[in-house]
């Protein structure tokens, strides 16, 4: 079974600053993906960003990056530039990529608080 | 926009009562997957859909929790009794072979059992 841990239950940041959250997962699988995920308070999840294993490249989506360690099982998001509106509970997410249509596991979520 | 609809967003009831949870995921996303948040923790995944076919309901505590997805579009999440520990938000996800395994989430009935 996959398992994914988030071991910063809160962090905050000023805005226009640089934040990492980290995630370390533990799996027997070659092929899978990872995901960030946000939760903004009262409102629904949304992606923030996918990495794809067999990629070496890390991804990136405008000010949000990763840092994927496949042999260390790690897997954290840098956000760029915080903005208030990127305060919210983040979760980090596995999934096998055999077949289609997996599940999701997820990390216990980190609270962000981007201060003005 | 489209996006994943459910209902109720809230919900309080009392301890041996019946709920039940509704969603309409994207239109033509043929994945449905229905996750239990505790609060403090992670979404955790109670059953997953294909179509009308359950494809994995192996925490789902079939003693007093049901689902269905009878023409393979909305779905309704029942529990019956609930019981204290019950009290989460239940999450209604859809995904689609074309959206990189990407899931859709709608924003949630909170249940509070007392």
């Known amino acids: 079974a996959q398992t994914v841990t988030q071991s910063q239950p809160e962090m905050s940041v000023q805005e226009a600053e640089t934040v990492t959250l980290s995630c370390t997962y533990d799996t027997s699988e070659n092929n899978y993906y990872l995901f960030w995920y946000k939760q903004p308070p009262s409102r629904q999840m949304i992606l923030v960003i996918r990495q794809e294993a067999y990629k070496q490249q890390n991804a990136t989506e405008n000010r949000f990056s990763v840092n994927f360690q496949k042999a260390a099982k790690s897997f954290s998001l840098k956000i760029s530039d915080s903005q208030l509106g990127d305060t919210a509970m983040y979760f980090c997410?596995?999934?096998?990529?055999?077949?289609?249509?997996?599940?999701?596991?997820f990390g216990a979520g980190t609270i962000l608080r981007v201060k003005s | 926009e489209a996006e994943v609809a459910q209902s109720p967003r809230y919900k309080i009831t009392e301890k041996s009562q019946a709920v039940a949870f509704w969603c309409d995921p994207i239109?033509?996303?043929?994945?449905l997957y229905w996750y239990r948040q505790i609060l403090g923790q992670g979404p955790e995944l109670l059953v997953q859909f294909q179509d009308e076919s359950v494809v994995d309901d192996s925490q789902l505590p079939k003693d007093r929790f049901s689902a269905e997805r009878l023409k393979g579009v909305d779905s309704t999440l029942k529990i019956q009794p609930a019981e204290l520990g019950d009290s989460a938000m239940y999450l209604c996800?859809?995904?689609?072979?074309?959206?990189?395994?990407?899931?859709?989430f709608g924003p949630g009935t909170r249940l509070t059992v007392l």
């Open positions: 997410a596995f999934m096998k990529s055999a077949g289609y249509g997996n599940k999701l596991v």
């Open positions: 239109s033509g996303h043929a994945t």
């Open positions: 996800a859809s995904s689609s072979p074309g959206d990189r395994e990407e899931q859709f």
